[in-house]
């Protein structure tokens, strides 16, 4: 297998990290090569694993978009669609994050215009956006609420755990004990939905 070595005179142990499909490993100056191959050998498994994470999206992969599942195809019209249980997607980037954004910001519109009837709360404006590690944030002073693009690849009770996350935020700014005493009681199973999929991976489409 092949990785970038980096000798670190700080480090006590041998690290493996993949970052952007590249395997990157970092050692003291002490261990041999021999002892670092043997290493990164021994964790092949984990190691595929993260790089598959990271992989391409591919001609009939199957992508799941707001709860339905569509097979994939990139095709060379400049144009991102469903149709019946087909996914086409030009492949550029800034097509298919304007497709993605559309689409999901069609659903949670709606939805979020629900759960505001529901709970009385009025005058949020959404923005949407693609986030690398949160799934919303909220600004109670600006009466906003933002969403990460990628919850259109989330099964539909995650996405609306995280509407409702955001919106308990409006009146608990912190992750307290009362933020999520309001939050489980207007989802009583909150905290297993998001145990549920924490380990879903978002496709990599372009
Ligand atoms: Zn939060």
Known sequence: MEYVLHRKSNCKKIKIRVVEGVVQVSAPFTVSKREID?????????????????????????????????????????????????????PDKTLIQRFLKQNVKKYIDLRFKFFCEQLNIHDISLQYGFYKSKWGSCTPSKHKICFNVNLIFMPLEFVDAIILHELAHLYHLNHSKDFYSLLCTWMPNYKEIIKKYKKISIPNLY
């Open 38 to 90: 043997r290493f990164v050998h021994e964790q092949e498994a984990w190691i595929e694993n993260q790089l598959n994470k990271c992989a391409l999206s591919k001609e009939n992969d199957l992508i799941s978009l707001l709860g339905n599942e569509y097979k994939l195809h990139y095709m060379n019209k400049r144009i991102c669609y469903v149709e019946g249980n087909d996914l086409y997607l030009y």
